[in-house]
């Protein structure tokens, strides 16, 4: 279970990744934030933040168009 659930369905980017960013400013390090988005580049554009800020993604999948992402934060 997740520290925090954060749903950005319907929003498009940037949107998602800016409210990633804003919630994950709000978790203690080691703490987890799952995502859920509709947007179609949100798979890729969360692998690529997390790169960037050294996050840890520690799930990614898909269902329906549907994805739900967990970010351990660091």
Known sequence: MADMILDVKRQKCPLPIVAIAAQLKRLAAKETLEIIADDPA???DVK???RVTNNSLESLTVSEGVFNAVIRKK
């Open 42 to 44: 949100f798979g890729e």
């Open 48 to 50: 690529a933040f997390c």
